[in-house]
Antibody, heavy 118, light 110 residues
Framework: QLQLQESGPGLVKPSETLSLTCSVS??????????WGWIRQPPGKGLEWIGYMYSSGRTYYNPSLKSRVTISADTSKNEFSLRLNSVTAADTAVYYCARLTAARPDYWGQGSLVTVSS | QSALTQPASVSGSPGQSITISCTGT?????????VSWFQQHPGKAPKLMIY???YRPSAISNRFSGSKSGNTASLTISGLQAEDEADYYCSSYTISGTLVFGGGTKLTVL
């Protein structure tokens, strides 16, 4: 059974870097069949696509976040990570990691609330 | 990239059918058959209900169906049940290789 679990600080100061890790069990992130990505949801608002990566390391980012986002993988730990630089209060959201099969996120983590505040 | 357009809310009575639209452009919804639909209950992660316009994951009820015409995709729920009350989101692959979500639709079962 595939499981994804987000982890990381729940509070980040403005202008600093948000870092989250997604631990994957039940599948290998090195598999060439899937992509691995991040999605966020500000409180009371809709879903926003952040980006995703392929096993080769190729990445695709939301153009509105591209200058601040990095998604990378640690295959030895079967984890992938999100880094978002220069955060503001607008980056406060629940952050989900997900597996993608043919352009659809079919397995999701439970989500991790990150609040940007001093 | 702009979010796909969904109605903010829809409602229906138990047993009725409702349809939620998702309008994009020729660069996303109209370009590929990679439209998905998600159901989200409060405090929960989204759940995949429909993929590639009209395919259902094995565990999803056949009361849920999808379709597409041009730049607009639709989700239809037949035989509405109380547990269908949730937020629904569409998503589409784009010609840039990215993904985009709709703004979400709140379904109320009266």
């Amino acid at each position: 059974q595939l499981q994804l679990q987000e982890s990381g600080p729940g509070l980040v100061k403005p202008s600093e870097t948000l870092s989250l890790t997604c631990s994957v069990s039940g599948d290998s992130i090195s598999s060439s069949s899937y992509y691995w990505g991040w999605i966020r949801q500000p409180p009371g608002k809709g879903l926003e696509w952040i980006g995703y990566m392929y096993s080769s390391g190729r990445t695709y980012y939301n153009p509105s976040l591209k200058s601040r986002v990095t998604i990378s993988a640690d295959t030895s730990k079967n984890e992938f990570s999100l880094r978002l630089n220069s955060v503001t209060a607008a980056d406060t959201a629940v952050y989900y990691c997900a597996r993608l099969t043919a352009a659809r996120p079919d397995y999701w983590g439970q989500g991790s609330l990150v609040t940007v505040s001093s | 990239q702009s979010a796909l357009t969904q109605p903010a809310s829809v409602s229906g009575s138990p047993g009725q059918s409702i349809t939620i639209s998702c309008t994009g452009t020729s660069s996303d919804v109209g370009a590929y058959n990679y439209v998905s639909w998600f159901q989200q209950h409060p405090g929960k992660a989204p759940k995949l209900m429909i993929y590639e316009v009209n395919y259902r994951p094995s565990a999803i009820s056949n009361r849920f169906s999808g379709s597409k015409s041009g730049n607009t995709a639709s989700l239809t729920i037949s035989g509405l049940q109380a547990e269908d009350e949730a937020d629904y989101y569409c998503s589409s692959y784009t010609i840039s290789g990215t993904l985009v979500f709709g703004g979400g639709t709140k379904l109320t079962v009266l």
